[in-house]
């Protein structure tokens, strides 16, 4: 079956720093841009992050750029999404998931979601 497991979630005072891990199993992992995407309260589901299947690019929603690295290790099929500098508005249940390509994100499988939660 296909899975996206994230970890690396917690509670962090602001300006501290995550590392959140999606590892992927039951697809072929290269065939897919893999995102994360956070949801706080009363909020929709955005856009974090993503990084492409095909040349590596990465992308950033301008809300975390310059604060959040997102990175890949293909042969363990796991994406990992370093946060930095991190602010109370981080606070969200992030998600990553397999997209069709980064320009787009559209979601072919989520994971269950990993809570991050930024004291101030």
């Known amino acids: 079956e296909v899975q996206l497991v994230e970890s690396g979630g917690g509670l962090v005072q602001a300006g501290g720093s995550l590392r959140l891990s999606c590892a992927a199993s039951?697809?072929?992992?290269?065939?897919?841009?893999i995102g994360w995407f956070r949801q706080a309260p009363g909020k929709e589901r955005e856009g974090v992050s993503c990084?492409?299947?095909?040349?590596?690019?990465?992308y950033y929603a301008d809300s975390v750029k310059g604060r959040f690295t997102i990175s890949s290790d293909n042969a363990k099929n796991t994406v990992y999404l370093q946060m930095n500098s991190l602010k109370p508005e981080d606070t969200a249940v992030y998600y990553c998931?397999?997209?069709?390509?980064?320009?787009?994100?559209?979601?072919?499988?989520w994971g269950q979601g990993t809570q991050v939660t930024v004291s101030s």
């Open positions: 998931a397999a997209v069709d390509s980064c320009l787009l994100m559209g979601v072919d499988y």
């Open positions: 039951g697809f072929t992992f290269d065939d897919y841009a």
């Open positions: 990084i492409s299947s095909s040349d590596g690019s990465t």
